[in-house]
């Protein structure tokens, strides 16, 4: 008997997998997913499962909706309510302070990653919010976590022109990226600065293929002060009387444990986002998003062969990015943003082939999302309504919801909360953009609203509209469609994308709509441990 026993175990301990592999692509929806020519990460959906969407936070935020995804519950268990949310405790701080929700300062509920680690699964993660700051909550000694988004950024994006350089000679000169002095010389093909050689090379103009990402940027630069960091130079023009030099931005890799000076001497450089400023064009700019995918996968690589853990956590920027910045274009039929988008299509596939091959046959891997993403032409300030309607001073807006300034906040004046905020909701329904109101009362079972940082009252707003502030106007004019998120979790251009392959999952599997809070539950279960400790969600493997 004791022999059975022990084959069992033995069979079911194989059944699980070496490595679970979990990697949110920011802003990538539901409905882009199935419509966007990434043909690896449909191939790889296609021989697992897949969800019908997932259900994201609300408001559909990146912030709130990864700690969805990290602790398998809503702001009102996780403390993470929104990108940017009331400062805590409330009897210390007015309600227009804010918090930056990406940091981990009040995530109140456990993330996988720890989860795993206590139970003796070793973890790796990658750039995902709420890694850092690095405190007891979110931390353990079989997890290492990094991040480069909420640390120190020494020197941003930079581009120059000639004008910019100081020279010190006919051919030598030097400039300050942030608080760094780089010296540099002229050259005939281009500049030579702290000895990387930099050559001038014309933007890009064939989409990716299969050249290499980012193949006219510098070798990296590392610096040893004021923290260490790898940054790149690219020249794309340059002649006798001017030049145009990008130089990428000096970031901080902060490493809950170990020397983040190995990565960066083996792997390179952090971007993190791309540039989207003046001097550049669409194209030389959709260089550095070749540069940061390059990165961000040369990281993951290396992550994985150093630590081999059991879970591994990644992210990546670009999709949310492109959505941004081109999605209400491209609704408009306009060209550059529909070539801008095939453009970022074909660099996602590329990190995704790159990912496919650090997953083994005993592997499994998980590609999931935030939020989707949806054109908008038109705006209303609501904090300019409320302003209207007298509730100024009692009420104001936080990301598709509005926030009382109720007793219980420091200087707070209002002491009948119901009767405020229903004079709040018959303010805002007077203007037939917005669709519907959600209260915390009502509707917190259904999307997760409620607790310390959640606001009074949350809204929906037609389609084509999102908020935007501009005093003295209640529909302030876009200066162009954009791409945005933020709305109704359900709606069905918020949901985001899920599908999971390996071994343990039979091709063309199909599951419905699920949550974000499902997401950590589920990779337990691949796991074979127990979900995480404030987890509200369910796997949907039984």
Known sequence: MNRWVACVALLTQAAFADTVFVFSLDGLGHELFKTAPLKTLQR?????????????????????????????????????????????????????????????????????????????????????????????????????????????QVAPHQVLKRSDLQFTSATDFHFQHGPITLRGTLTATGLRIGGIDVKAASAETALVGSRPLARHFSAGLYLADPVPAVIYFRLFAYTKDDLLLYVSPAQEMGISQGDARLLLKAAGGFIGNAYNGPLLNDWQAMETTELLTRQNLAHTAWLQRHYQPGLFIGYLPVADELGHRYAGLQSTGDETAIRALAWGFGIIERW????????????????????????????????????????????????????????????????????????????LAAYDVFTGFYTPEEHGVRYGIGGATASDLYFDLKPGYTVREQVGEVFPLLEKPVGVHGFRPDRSDMLATLFVTGPRLRPGTKWPRLRSIDVAPLVTTLLGIAPPRDARGQSPMR
């Open 44 to 152: 790889l959906a296609a021989k697992g499962a897949q969800a019908d969407g997932i259900q994201p936070a609300f408001p559909s935020t990146t912030a709130n909706s990864h700690a969805a995804l990290w602790t398998g519950a809503y702001g009102d268990v996780s403390g993470i309510s929104a990108n940017s949310q009331p400062r805590l405790p409330r009897k210390d701080h007015t309600f227009r302070e804010r918090n930056n929700g990406y940091r981990a300062d009040q995530l109140t509920a456990e993330p996988i990653w720890v989860t795993a680690a206590r139970q003796g699964v070793s973890a790796v993660v990658y750039q995902a919010p709420q890694v850092f700051p690095f405190g007891p909550a979110n931390t353990h000694a079989k997890a290492v976590t990094l991040n480069g988004y909420q640390t120190r």
């Open 352 to 427: 995704s082939q790159g990912v496919a091959k650090l997953v083994g046959r005993r592997d499994h891997l998980v590609i999931t999302a935030d939020h989707g993403m949806t054109p908008v032409a038109k705006a209303v300030n609501v904090n300019e309504i409320l302003r209207r309607a007298g509730l100024g001073s009692t009420a104001v807006h936080i990301y598709n919801s509005v926030l009382l300034n109720t007793a219980d906040w420091k200087g707070g004046t209002v002491t009948d909360r119901l009767a405020t905020r229903t004079r709040v909701q018959a303010a």
